[in-house]
């Protein structure tokens, strides 16, 4: 996928408007853009769907397929969500999470592993605004942020971007397509960055009840 993202080659193009994509699932999300036809049918219920996504999901319904596994449990489940929420279950087993970045663990072992994450020497430093980083490649990619270089374009829209990474999380605002979920609440995200902003707030919440 990180390849295909980079090719000029742009070979699906929009009867409707004449505009071209590289890739036949971006076709189909601008196609959206010009109707509101659902375009994907159940061929067992015969129910349609306006992404392949829920389609996909759907079909679970009819195979039994279970791809979302429970690591602590066990337990199987078709639909992210479903699995999302069913780890609310075991939260109360996670007394542990990182002060850093929020993250839960159930083993201490894996806690302490964890943090070595957060205490890797960065050597790497940006002479621009005094950022450091671990590698000389997270270092270049962070210098086009001052020097205002945008090589990266989403088809679908036109935006530009200064990296692969921050393009992927963008096309995902076009797909819906949301990976990241919180454990707590269930809320699912784009990116890992909105994910782990998004559970200070429970950490915040938890340490501001006081027990007097």
Do not use: M, W
Not at 101 to 115: A, I, S
Request: glycine residues 6%; hydrophobic residues 25%; charged residues 25%.
């Amino acid at each position: 996928t990180h390849k295909i993202l980079h090719t000029r080659d742009k070979l699906f193009h929009c009867e409707i408007c004449g505009k071209s994509f590289s890739l036949k699932s971006f076709l189909l999300i601008h196609i959206n853009s010009h109707t509101s036809e659902k375009h994907f049918n159940c061929d067992i219920c015969d129910k349609t769907f306006t992404q392949k996504a829920q389609l996909v999901t759907h079909l679970r319904s009819h195979t039994g397929e279970k791809p979302y596994h429970c690591e602590i449990c066990g337990k199987s489940f078709s639909d992210n969500s479903f699995f999302s929420n069913h780890k609310k279950v075991h939260l109360s087993e996670k007394s542990l999470h990182c002060e850093i970045c929020g993250r839960y663990f159930v083993h201490n072992g894996d806690l302490t592993k964890h943090k070595k994450i957060h205490r890797v020497e960065k050597t790497f430093l940006c002479q621009v605004c005094g950022k450091s980083f671990c590698s000389g490649r997270q270092l270049i990619r962070h210098k086009r942020i001052h020097f205002g270089e945008k090589n990266f374009d989403c088809e679908i829209c036109g935006k530009s971007f200064v990296n692969n990474c921050h393009l992927i999380v963008h096309i995902r605002t076009h797909t819906g397509e949301k990976p990241y979920c919180c454990e707590t609440c269930v809320k699912s995200f784009v990116s890992k960055g909105q994910l782990t902003k998004h559970k200070q707030t429970h950490i915040i919440g938890k340490t501001s009840h006081c027990e007097t």
